[in-house]
Nanobody
Framework: VQLVESGGGLVQPGGSLRLSCAAS????????MSWYRQAPGKERELVAG????????EYSDSVKGRFTISRDNAKKTVDLQMNSLSPEDTGVYYC???????????WGQGTQVTVSS
């Protein structure tokens, strides 16, 4: 199981970024996919999650209305569209896969998002 994130970078407050996570060969449509982030000096926190066929989507209160998570099971990708970014959104963003049958967890290496003027 391998997850590779991309799309991070430096953006000004109010700007947008789109993160993408690509999965290796495994039962992607059996995975609950999530995005987490970790700000400097803080614990890793859940940002958004989407169930294996997209029927259930959840967001943290801090990003609700600004971020959108989506997945493409054919391409084995999960994206996070981030709008109206603020400095508080700065951190390393991680992709997570949790197998709904085995509960096995996998993490990507993370991608840095910096919101600064």
């Amino acid at each position: 199981v391998q997850l590779v994130e991309s799309g991070g970078g430096l953006v000004q407050p109010g700007g947008s970024l789109r993160l993408s996570c690509a999965a290796s060969e495994f039962a992607f449509n059996r995975q609950f996919m999530s995005w987490y982030r970790q700000a400097p000096g803080k614990e890793r926190e859940l940002v958004a999650g989407i169930s294996h066929f997209g029927a259930t989507i959840e967001y943290s209160d801090s990003v609700k209305g600004r971020f959108t998570i989506s997945r493409d099971n054919a391409k084995k990708t999960v994206d996070l569209q981030m709008n109206s970014l603020s400095p508080e959104d700065t951190g390393v963003y991680y992709c997570n896969a949790r197998d709904i049958l085995t509960s096995e967890n996998a993490w990507g290496q993370g991608t840095q998002v910096t919101v600064s003027s």
